[in-house]
Nanobody, 115 residues
Framework: QVHLVESGGGLVQAGGSLRLSCAAS????????MAWYRQAPGKQRELVAD???????NYADSVKGRFTISRDNGKNTVYLEMNSLKPEDTAVYYC?????????WGKGTLVTVSS
């Protein structure tokens, strides 16, 4: 079983920055892909970005050029650096991994971007 704990959310003005962290209970070097999703009020959960063990990344079109995902295998942590934040980035952000065929989610961290 993998426990994921997100942190770093908060209230920020448009144009500002935040860095989210996701600490995993397992050594993440054994987890092929780690991801960040988000869910805005009244909307479906959507993929924001993911990163493989070698460091290959994938981003949603809406965040390309503004968000950066990274992972520190030594600290069992994945990060999401968010810059140039927009009000439409307001959502609960969730860390996600699929490990041994099981989908694991953190409880989420709320990001609110004011205009």
């Amino acid at each position: 079983q993998v426990h994921l704990v997100e942190s770093g959310g908060g209230l920020v003005q448009a144009g500002g920055s935040l860095r989210l962290s996701c600490a995993a209970s397992e050594h993440i070097f054994v987890i092929p892909t780690m991801a960040w999703y988000r869910q805005a009020p009244g909307k479906q959960r959507e993929l924001v970005a993911d990163i493989t063990t070698p460091g290959n990344t994938n981003y949603a079109d809406s965040v390309k050029g503004r968000f950066t995902i990274s992972r520190d295998n030594g600290k069992n942590t994945v990060y999401l650096e968010m810059n140039s934040l927009k009000p439409e980035d307001t959502a609960v952000y969730y860390c996600n991994v699929v490990y041994v065929g099981i989908n694991y989610w953190g409880k989420g961290t709320l990001v609110t971007v004011s205009s």
